[in-house]
């Protein structure tokens, strides 16, 4: 029963260096949300996707792209990191339309650290 | 300013405390309302949710919304060590595709 997993879980990165974070999802949800977690500011929404092959911006997208090949993954990526970029990132899932309550399912979270 | 507002806390209580967690919010046009629950070192996890105004009861916890004064309460009877987290509010119009966040009250229930 994975629901969520994303992959790493913890990443050491310098400054300008790249990398992508891997979100998978096993409930054939629809939806799919990449989050930012920081002291003080709450969730963020960076970019989400609401099917395969869609993306679209949220709250903070500025450094990060997004891409959606296939339904079950959401990969977020880092091209140039920055130090701002320090944080922790959430993957969640929610299916589309039916229940009307926003359940969103989230994953552990990946810890980034920008030297 | 944000959409949806949230006292960071901390907060601390003894065991056996009411609690009471509170959001206001601006965006007249949200019409559900949750909240996630963040143990540490987790993702969230939804806890109970309500839709338009009035109470939920779900055990010792139970959500209250008040469109008119646009406030977001969740109350926890009976407080446990194992309710210590990161209680998060959240609300969408419905229709809308994303949800939008409180930051979070930390809460301790102290032994």
């Known amino acids: 029963n994975a629901g969520v997993t994303q992959t790493p879980k913890f990443r050491v990165l310098k400054t300008g260096q790249s990398m992508t974070l891997l979100c998978a999802q096993d409930m054939n949800h629809e939806y799919m949300y990449w989050y930012r977690q920081d002291p003080g500011m709450g969730l963020r929404l960076i970019h989400y996707s609401v099917g395969e092959g869609t993306t679209a911006k949220g709250e903070v997208p500025d450094g990060y792209n997004v891409s959606r090949l296939k339904k079950q993954n959401f990969l977020l990526g880092l091209e140039s990191a920055a130090p701002s970029q320090t944080s922790v990132y959430f993957c969640a899932s929610r299916v589309r339309g039916g229940s009307l309550t926003g359940e969103l399912f989230f994953g552990e979270g990946s810890r980034l650290t920008v030297l | 300013q944000k959409e949806v507002e949230q006292d960071p806390g901390p907060l601390s209580v003894p065991e056996g405390a009411i609690v009471s967690l509170n959001c206001t919010y601006s965006n007249s046009a949200f019409q559900y309302f949750m909240w996630y629950r963040q143990y540490s070192r987790k993702g969230p996890e939804l806890l109970m949710y309500?839709?338009?105004?009035g109470n939920k009861e779900d055990g010792r916890f139970t959500a209250q919304v008040d469109k008119s004064s646009k406030y977001i309460s969740l109350f926890i009877r009976d407080s446990q060590p194992s309710d210590s987290a990161t209680y998060l509010c959240?609300?969408?119009?419905?229709?809308?595709?994303?949800?939008?966040f409180g930051t979070g009250t930390r809460l301790q229930v102290t032994l």
């Open positions: 309500t839709y338009s105004s």
């Open positions: 959240a609300s969408h119009t419905g229709t809308a595709s994303k949800l939008t």
